[in-house]
């Protein structure tokens, strides 16, 4: 690998790990310049720290809801910069896309056939933008939440324009309680989504693939930290029931009243009524890209 190349990739893993020059170094020589093997060396060396900040931003650009009568969608619209990102031609590109997703019920090839105001196709227009512009710009992602038997919030965080931000959140709820009963309360529960990021609302959501890698970087890191092996898969149980209460939606701690579990806020909230989180949609500008 060229030294250049090297110095690039040892500098974006101090970036997301904030470890040391020499140990990351190091982990990119082992692991063939593979990021995200390097992040988990590091990890089982016990040298970097389980955190969802080591998430890898490599890309800017704008998150879009729309909504109408109970009917959500949400897109992500990727830039290379920021200042592309705050582009009025850029920001009304996306404007008209949102609408285009919600008709399109989120889903991307029809959101890319779909004909804009000017007679072109989506897919056409992104061509002449990127070549106006000159930077790539890619339509990332999208979802959709239906109002069959549901009620639907949205939030969105750092907001650029209205319904235009860098964080956005899509909430179905279903229940016997009405909208107007329930409307603070939900944009409250979709506010926790936003800043907690849970990747799924209970344990049976959560994918076996990330748990499973989970558990062998906890057992690998306590083997390097030199625990004995009788006590090993005790410690390793603890530590993953913890990541488990972390990542999954009911279990977390309300970010409002951080002693009470989010389950247990519905609860109280629902009463005699009922309350079950159905669907969330929880997009972040460039994460993991």
């Known amino acids: ?50 955190n969802k900040k080591m998430e890898r931003v490599a890309a800017d650009g704008l998150i879009s809801i729309c909504e109408n009568e109970n009917k959500l969608s949400i897109i992500e619209v990727n830039s290379e910069t920021d200042f592309v990102a705050k582009n009025e031609e850029f920001i009304k ?16 090839d029809g959101i890319l056939n779909s004909q804009m105001q000017n007679k072109k196709k989506v897919k056409d227009n992104l061509v002449d933008l990127i070549a106006k512009i000159g930077e790539k710009i890619t339509i990332r992602r999208s979802d959709f939440l239906d109002s069959e038997k549901a009620v639907n919030f ?20 279903e229940t016997s309680l009405g909208k107007e009963k329930l409307n603070e309360f939900g944009k409250q529960l979709a506010m926790h989504i936003a800043a907690s990021s849970p ?13 499973e890698k989970e558990k062998e970087i906890i057992r690998e890191e306590l083997k390097n930290s030199g625990k004995e092996d009788k006590i090993i898969d005790k410690i390793a149980l603890g530590k993953l029931n913890k990541f488990i209460s972390e990542n999954t939606l009911l279990n977390q701690e309300w970010i409002m009243e951080p002693k009470k579990k989010v389950k247990d806020i519905i609860k109280t909230f629902a009463a005699k009524e009922k309350i079950v989180v159905k669907k969330f949609v929880r997009f972040k500008v460039g994460e993991g890209v």
């Open 154 to 173: 949205s939030y969105m965080h750092t907001v650029v324009k209205k319904n235009l931000g860098k964080i956005g959140v899509l909430l179905s709820l």
């Open 199 to 211: 990747l799924s609302i209970d344990k049976d959501g959560l994918d076996q693939q990330i748990l």
């Open 93 to 108: 590109f996306v404007e008209e896309i949102s609408n285009i997703s919600l008709l399109n019920l989120g889903k991307m």
């Open 1 to 50: 690998m060229p030294k250049d190349n090297v110095l690039e990739k040892v500098k974006k893993l101090r970036e997301l790990t904030g470890v040391g020059f020499k140990d990351c170094k190091m982990a990119i020589d082992e692991n063939d310049g593979d990021i995200d093997k390097s992040v988990e060396f590091l990890r089982k060396k016990g040298i970097a720290k389980a």
